[in-house]
T-cell receptor
Framework: AQSVTQLGSHVSVSEGALVLLRCNYS??????LFWYVQYPNQGLQLLLK??????LVKGINGFEAEFKKSETSFHLTKPSAHMSDAAEYFC????????????FGTGTQLKVEL | NAGVMQNPRHLVRRRGQEARLRCSPM?????VYWYRQLPEEGLKFMVY????????ESGMPKERFSAEFPKEGPSILRIQQVVRGDSAAYFC??????????????FGQGTRLTVV
């Protein structure tokens, strides 16, 4: 069985500040990990994914995440927040053979303040 | 190339009625996934279908819920005799292949079902 825990259901940062959204996973097999962003009343858009290649993964909109097996973590970061980053962010996990049957975390709502 | 199309975007049903949610995958995609997002929760997998086949329905409630993906036409998620607890956003995702997460699944904008 796989699971994802996102610490902090709400995160607030100032524009220009570092964004750090936390994700820890549990998996008995090597995981594939994803970050998705959801804007209000929209579907999910893939930000980035880890599929056992480089542990530091760069995504769209300046986001990146680092896979740390020893910490079972896949935290999402962005050096400088922009107002347009305000959205809900979901971490998700699957595994080889799991296809796109994803297990999602409960999400983190990011607020960006002036 | 249009994205994943879901309709209706919003659906209101009275308790006991039936709800039909439609999902047209991206062109060339033959794999469809349905997810449900309850208020204040993440998305939960419901069912995975290929054309004319249900591959994995481990996330589907045992009663009242069914899904199909016919040879022609959209995938349909059907909820019979809806109850207030069915109120949620239902998302469909499609991919050209189902076995590799290296192949991205694209999500639709969802159908927001409200049961009154």
């Amino acid at each position: 069985a796989q699971s994802v825990t996102q610490l902090g259901s709400h995160v607030s940062v100032s524009e220009g500040a570092l964004v750090l959204l936390r994700c820890n996973y549990s998996s008995s097999v090597p995981p594939y990990l994803f970050w998705y962003v959801q804007y209000p009343n929209q579907g999910l858009q893939l930000l980035l994914k880890y599929t056992s290649a480089a542990t530091l993964v760069k995504g769209i909109n300046g986001f990146e995440a680092e896979f740390k097996k020893s910490e079972t973590s896949f935290h999402l970061t962005k050096p400088s927040a922009h107002m347009s980053d305000a959205a809900e962010y979901f971490c998700a996990v699957t595994h080889t053979g799991g296809g796109n049957k994803l297990t999602f975390g409960t999400g983190t709502q990011l607020k960006v303040e002036l | 190339n249009a994205g994943v199309m879901q309709n209706p975007r919003h659906l209101v049903r009275r308790r006991g009625q039936e709800a039909r949610l439609r999902c047209s995958p991206m062109k060339g995609h033959s794999h469809v996934y349905w997810y449900r997002q309850l208020p204040e929760e993440g998305l939960k997998f419901m069912v995975y279908l290929q054309k004319e086949n249900i591959i994995d329905e481990s996330g589907m409630p045992k009663e009242r819920f069914s899904a199909e993906f016919p040879k022609e036409g959209p995938s349909i998620l059907r909820i019979q005799q809806v109850v207030r607890g069915d109120s949620a956003a239902y998302f469909c995702a499609s991919s050209p292949r189902g076995t590799a997460p290296l192949v991205e699944a694209f999500f639709g904008q969802g159908t927001r079902l409200t049961v009154v």
